[in-house]
């Protein structure tokens, strides 16, 4: 509670670095006590990310473990002043405590167990903890990646959603596709038959992709930012629009890529450009199956049980699944309200997700 507590004090909001940075040198003085290698993999706008590294007792490492998570959190600092840390009744309040501070925390005292215990294990364990996923992980992904590659699992210690603590055990991928409309400018009354329409075009668009929806299939696309036109009377050469894009499966996400990138116009005359993608691919099932089936059983011989869902959102996790490699994701707090004012997670239930995760670090 007292690490949590420190942890949450230092506020460390993804776009201010000097105040992230000194997150991670109080994750890099823990790391250091309880015995791991810390490099700081230094950022110069972001907060620099920590790589610790526990390293087996005797023999050379045959292979590594990966717990993966960020340390980064979307409130601006100032945020404590009107959202204290607090604890009331079972919950332990604060801006970042559940998404993802309290995962930290269980992996510090996992790692601690399993020093004190003096747990032989035969792959090495690096710890990352990246500075940038609510923004993206513009800096982070190549690291998490190389990382991921050298790794037999990965276990992602984002929180786990609702007040049974399921394991995440599928995530969408998530992406963003702008679609630009170059028509041709002209006055709306003198000669409105020499203009192109944008905004009309890009309307009859927009009616066209919506209907690429599948709920059943869990595919979504939903404009999401529009723009367009330039003033009053004037037939508006340009307009945009940005659509949200998500699937569960990758074959969804690639037919949907394959889509808007044969887009055609409607409008005679009418251009089209159309930009991005997916920057998350989907976590699917196949990829944390076998991690979540020895977690469940672990969690049944310490005497509670633990659940699995799907969730709408992405993390870290879906890139490093995309590499093939198994990922746990949601392995980390029970608690509710991430990025939201009510923020908290159930302290009581740290310890139990501590263990579980040193139990899954000591048999993978
Ligand atoms: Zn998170």
């Given at each position: 509670m007292d690490t949590l507590r420190q942890l949450t004090l230092i506020e460390s909001p993804s776009l201010e670095k000097n105040h992230a940075d000194r997150c991670a040198g109080y994750l890099t003085d823990e790391w250091l006590l309880r015995g791991t290698l810390v490099q700081l993999i230094k950022q110069r706008h972001r907060g620099d990310h920590l790589r610790a590294v526990r390293t087996p007792l005797?023999?050379?490492?045959r292979a590594q473990l990966l717990v993966l998570g960020h340390y980064d959190t979307v409130y601006p600092t100032g945020t404590l002043s009107g959202m204290p840390f607090r604890i009331v009744g079972s919950k332990a309040y604060g801006p970042g405590t559940f998404d993802m501070k309290a995962g930290i925390v269980q992996a510090l005292f996992a790692l601690e167990a399993l020093q004190e215990l003096h747990t032989n294990i035969s792959k090495r364990i690096v710890f990352l903890w990246t500075s940038d996923e609510e923004i993206?992980?513009?800096?982070?992904r190549r690291l998490i990646e190389d990382e991921a590659r050298r790794s037999d699992a990965v276990f992602v210690l984002e929180p786990s959603l609702g007040p049974r603590g399921l394991v995440k055990t599928s995530r969408k991928g998530v992406g963003e596709a702008k679609l630009m409309v170059h028509g041709r400018a002209a006055h709306a009354g003198l000669d409105p038959e020499q203009g192109i329409n944008a905004i009309h075009e890009l309307a009859a668009q927009i009616a066209r992709i919506e209907k690429w929806n599948d709920p059943r299939r869990g595919v979504t696309i939903n404009a999401d930012l529009i723009d367009g036109g330039t003033r009053t009377n004037v037939i508006p050469d340009c307009a945009k629009v940005n659509f949200d894009l998500r699937a569960w499966r990758l074959a969804d996400m690639r037919a949907l890529e394959k889509r808007f990138r044969s887009l055609k116009p409607i409008t005679r005359g009418a251009k089209l450009e159309v930009r991005g993608g997916f920057d998350r691919p989907p976590l699917e099932r196949r990829h944390s199956s076998v991690l979540f089936t020895r977690a469940k059983s672990l969690a049944k011989q310490m005497g509670f049980a633990l659940g699995e869902a799907a969730a709408g959102g992405s993390s870290d996790g879906n890139l490093t699944a995309a590499l093939g490699v198994p990922t746990l994701d949601g392995f980390g707090a029970v608690g509710d309200g991430a990025h939201s004012a009510h923020e908290f997670v159930y302290f009581k239930t740290m310890p139990q997700r501590a263990a579980l995760l040193a139990a899954m670090l000591a048999t993978s």
């Open positions: 005797s023999t050379p490492p993206g992980s513009e800096t982070s």
